[in-house]
Each structure stands twice: as structure tokens, then as C-alpha cells.
């Protein structure tokens, strides 16, 4: 159990006006404190009753007025954090609950550092550190499918996933350790194809749930879309029709769009980062060739490439330099309103090979279809399955290590090193799988872990 003396408080809701704001206080003396300033609107009231809501006045000791508000007190050790704590729900502006906050400063709270509720939660293990995590993925979720990961996490369930891993290594570290000690003892023998299986077995599982972090990336951060190909394509046109506002600057002057430009769509649920980027050429402008060379970049770590071809002018060496060398790309033929049917290019290698969609930025036509494909292909490259466990890049790093040294332990194994040496890895990867639920914590791993949290959370 944590043995925090000290009560801490807060404002729990944002910045920002709002019919309520949420002051917090959390530890020993949070229902001192709130007794302290809390002035109920019943006559004989003594003392709040847990888990209930009372409505009355908060007043500084000279008895100015503070607010009307409704507090709750919810008791140690069941409430969010463990410890006591005390909700005054205020009025939602920022000087009210920065007033309330410095009178509970006054009453001996102190305030509280960025995470600090969460991290008493976890320190008295009222959640383990996946769940903590998925607090600021469930708050940070920019749609419901990243909502829906978040939540499972939450609800435990990537710590026991992560507890089932650690258990089979644990076994296994079991009947190394009497094999070791027991070495002429047949019967207790671990057979090293026996181990090599039941480490391979953990491995390959572990590897399975690190690499859901890749598939999981699109739904948490957003799926990369760039727009590329040739000056005057119409890349910045299709960019304003999916936003559906004029975001970037057109003209027929081709080299218009010179740094590129990102702004974030939601494609059905699905979060996208749609970028427009300056077209591809020779050219001798400087300004014009780091615009390019940012195209470049943006297109090396594209999840998707959107190359708008001009289909009057027909694709130039620029485009099937990309079309031969990108994998994740789809060819949009654009300004077909300027030709009669479908351009004779399309007939040539490599475009007739290629998903194709044909569309006019300019009058809007076709926009939806592409919208359709994009969100079909980025979804079948990167959506888990619905309950995929996704863990972070803490989660995903320690999975990635641990999963290494079975690795190397299954590679020293065949080459006829000694169990004693071998059980050094199987360690480490029991601690690595331990340090993401934080049954093993250190101070770096808490800091890494909660100091990204905001202030009242
Ligand atoms: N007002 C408010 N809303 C909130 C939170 C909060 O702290 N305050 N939460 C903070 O992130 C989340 C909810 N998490 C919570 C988890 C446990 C308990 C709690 O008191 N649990 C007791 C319930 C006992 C009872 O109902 O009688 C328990 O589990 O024993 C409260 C909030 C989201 N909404
Ligand atoms: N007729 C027709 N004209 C279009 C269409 N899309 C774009 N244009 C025109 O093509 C010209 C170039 O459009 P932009 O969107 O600026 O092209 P860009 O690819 O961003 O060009 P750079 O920024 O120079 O690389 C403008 O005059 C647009 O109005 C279309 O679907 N049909
Ligand atoms: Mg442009």
C-alpha cells in the first residue's frame, strides 16, 4: 500500500467555460479540507455521507462566498485513487475553480503534479499500469474505433493478456531452474526440445501482439495520406474537395504549392492526415526544391499515396518513376472533365495494372468514390480485428525486447549453451512483461509513464 501523507488537489475538468467545472482533492485530509470550506444548505448537517451528492456553499474562513456547489466525498480505499477524495462540483470558469483550488491550498492541500491521481490509483493498485495508460488513450481517442481499443485496455484486459505470457515463461523458468539444480534427476529433466518449443510457443505470441501496435497505428494516430505527382496535376483541387473547404492555394501556375500542408479528415471513422504536397519536378528554384525534398520525405512514410495524374496530359517520368517504386499507391486520374472518355494512357503498363479512380477535383465529381477506396484500402492494411489488444509504444518496446531475448536464448539453446546461462534470458523477458503491467516499476518507468498525463488527472 502507498502511504502518501500529503492531500492533493486539482481542477479535474479543462480550460475553458462550462456549465460545470470539477475540483478534486484526493488523500488524508481531503474531508477535512472540504469540511473546511463546505457549508451546507441542510440544517444538521454533520458530516458527508459517502458516495452521495450534498448541495451547499464553499466560503473562505472569513466567510466570502466561493460558490454554490455539489460535493462528493468517496472514502479510501474503494474510491478512483485509493485514498479519500472529495469532488466539489463548481460552476465551470476558470477564476471560481482557481479560487476553490487556492483555498484548499490555504486548508494544507498541495497542488498536484501532472498525472498524480492516476499514479496513486496505480501505486495503490487500484488499476496496474495498461490501465493507467489507456486513462489518456481513452481521453486522447480521436474516434470511436480508437475509443473501442482504448476501452479493452481499461477493462484489463491487454494486462492479462500480458499476465498469460509472463505465466508461461514463469513455468518454463520453473523446470529450468530444476534442471539446474537437479541435474542427474531423470524424471524432473527438461528436455531442451521441450524448452526450445515452449519458448518459441511464448515468443511467436508475443510477437503476434507486438506487431498489432503497427496495425493499431492508423486508428490511434491517423492514417498518412499524401497527395503527390506532377505541378498543375490538380493535387491541391482534390485536397480542398475532400475537405470541402479552399485550404490550399490553386492557380494554373504550375509550382503553386511550394511547403506542404496537413490537415486531419475522418474518412467513415477512420482518422486521416491529408497532406498536399508540392509537385514533382526538375527544377532549379531552390525555395522549390526543398519543397520537394519534404515531398520526398512525406512520401517515403506515406501509408498511403494518392498520385493525381493530369488525365489530359497523361502521366509524366516524375509519376512513373513513383507508380514503379510505391507499393501503397493509388492512381487518381483527375480533370476528366477535360477528356471525352478514358484516356488512351490507362491502356499502357504499369496503369492498367493499377486500381484506378477517375475523378474531377474542380467540379467535385468521383470525390466520394475515392474517399470509398481510400478507407477500403488503409482499413484492409492496417485495421486490427475488432478486440485486438494494441499495445503502445512503452508496451510495444518492452514486447519487442522480451521477444528478442527468447530469440537469443532459442539461438543459444541450439548451440548446446548451459541452462544456468539460458534462464538469464528467460529473466529478462519475465521482468521486460512484468515492467508493462508495472508489477515491476521503476522510478524512470513511472516518470516515462505518468508525467505525460495532464494536471487533475
Ligand atoms: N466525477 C467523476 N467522474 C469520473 C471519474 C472521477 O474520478 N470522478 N473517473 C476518474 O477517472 C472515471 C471513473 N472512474 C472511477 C473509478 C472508480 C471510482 C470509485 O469510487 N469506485 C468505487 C465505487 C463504490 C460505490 O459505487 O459505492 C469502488 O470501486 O469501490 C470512481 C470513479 C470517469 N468519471
Ligand atoms: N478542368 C479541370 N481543371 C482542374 C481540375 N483540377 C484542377 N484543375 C486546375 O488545374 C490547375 C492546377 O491545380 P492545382 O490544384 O493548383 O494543382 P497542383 O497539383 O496542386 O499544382 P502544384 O501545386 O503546382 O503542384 C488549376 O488551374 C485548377 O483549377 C479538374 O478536375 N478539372
Ligand atoms: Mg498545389
Not at 477512420?270 to 531552390?286: C, E, K, M
Not at 475515392?370 to 512503452?394: K, W
Not at 524512470?444 to 498525463?453: H, K, R, W, Y
Request: charged share 25%; hydrophobic share 45%.
Amino acid at each position: 500500500m502507498n502511504t502518501n501523507s500529503d492531500t492533493i488537489v486539482a481542477i479535474a475538468t479543462p480550460p475553458g467555460q462550462g456549465a460545470i467545472g470539477i475540483v478534486r482533492l484526493s488523500g488524508p485530509a481531503a474531508g477535512e479540507i472540504a469540511r473546511g470550506l463546505f457549508h451546507s444548505s441542510r440544517p444538521g448537517f454533520t458530516a458527508f455521507k459517502p458516495y452521495h451528492l450534498h448541495h451547499g456553499q464553499l466560503r473562505d474562513p472569513e466567510g466570502n462566498f466561493l460558490d454554490e456547489v455539489l460535493a462528493a466525498f468517496m472514502p479510501g480505499p474503494g474510491s478512483f485513487t485509493g485514498e479519500d477524495v472529495v469532488e466539489l462540483q463548481c460552476h465551470g470558469g476558470g477564476a471560481v475553480l482557481r479560487r476553490v483550488v487556492e483555498e484548499c491550498l490555504e486548508h494544507g492541500a498541495r497542488l498536484a503534479a501532472p498525472g498524480e491521481f492516476s499514479k496513486r490509483a496505480f501505486l495503490n493498485s487500484r488499476m496496474d499500469l495498461t490501465q493507467a495508460e489507456a486513462i489518456m488513450e481513452l481521453v486522447g481517442a480521436p474516434t470511436a474505433v480508437a475509443v473501442g481499443l482504448a476501452g479493452s485496455k481499461l477493462e484489463g484486459l491487454l494486462a492479462r493478456r500480458i499476465g498469460e505470457l509472463r505465466a508461461g515463461l514463469e513455468s518454463l523458468r520453473v523446470q529450468l531452474c530444476v534442471a539446474v539444480d537437479f541435474p542427474e534427476d531423470e524424471v524432473e529433466c527438461l528436455a531442451p526440445e521441450d524448452l526450445a518449443r515452449g519458448v518459441a510457443e511464448v515468443c511467436e505470441a508475443m510477437t503476434e501482439l507486438a506487431d498489432n501496435y503497427d496495425r493499431g497505428r492508423c486508428w490511434r494516430d491517423g492514417a498518412l495520406v499524401v497527395l503527390a505527382g506532377q505541378v498543375n496535376a490538380g493535387k491541391s483541387s482534390l485536397m480542398n474537395a475532400i475537405l470541402g473547404i479552399n485550404r490550399a492555394i490553386v492557380t494554373d501556375i504550375p509550382g503553386t504549392t511550394r511547403d506542404y500542408l496537413e490537415e486531419s479528415v475522418q474518412i467513415d471513422g477512420l482518422p486521416v492526415r491529408l497532406v498536399d504536397t508540392a509537385g514533382l519536378r526538375a527544377s532549379l528554384d531552390s525555395v522549390e526544391l526543398l519543397g520537394i525534398e519534404r515531398s520526398r520525405e512525406l512520401l517515403g512514410r506515406a501509408d498511403l499515396v494518392l498520385l493525381v495524374i493530369d488525365s489530359e496530359l497523361g502521366p509524366g517520368a516524375e509519376d512513373l518513376d513513383l507508380a514503379l517504386n510505391t507499393d501503397n499507391l493509388l492512381v487518381v486520374a483527375n480533370k476528366m472533365d477535360l477528356v471525352g472518355g478514358e484516356p488512351a494512357w490507362l491502356d499502357e503498363s504499369p496503369w492498367s495494372e493499377r486500381e484506378l479512380c477517375p475523378l474531377s477535383a474542380k467540379h467535385g465529381h468521383g470525390v466520394s468514390d475515392l474517399l470509398a477506396a481510400i478507407r477500403r484500402i488503409v482499413a484492409a492494411t492496417g485495421a486490427p480485428e475488432s478486440g485486438a489488444l494494441v499495445p503502445n509504444l512503452r508496451q510495444h518496446t518492452a514486447l519487442v525486447r522480451a521477444s528478442e531475448e527468447l530469440a537469443q536464448m532459442l539461438d543459444e539453446l541450439a548451440g548446446g549453451l548451459p541452462y544456468d546461462i539460458l534462464s538469464v534470458r528467460l529473466d529478462t523477458a519475465c521482468v521486460l512483461l512484468a515492467e508493462i503491467t508495472g508489477e515491476i516499476s521503476s522510478q524512470e518507468v513511472l516518470s516515462a509513464v505518468f508525467d505525460g498525463f495532464c494536471i487533475g488527472k
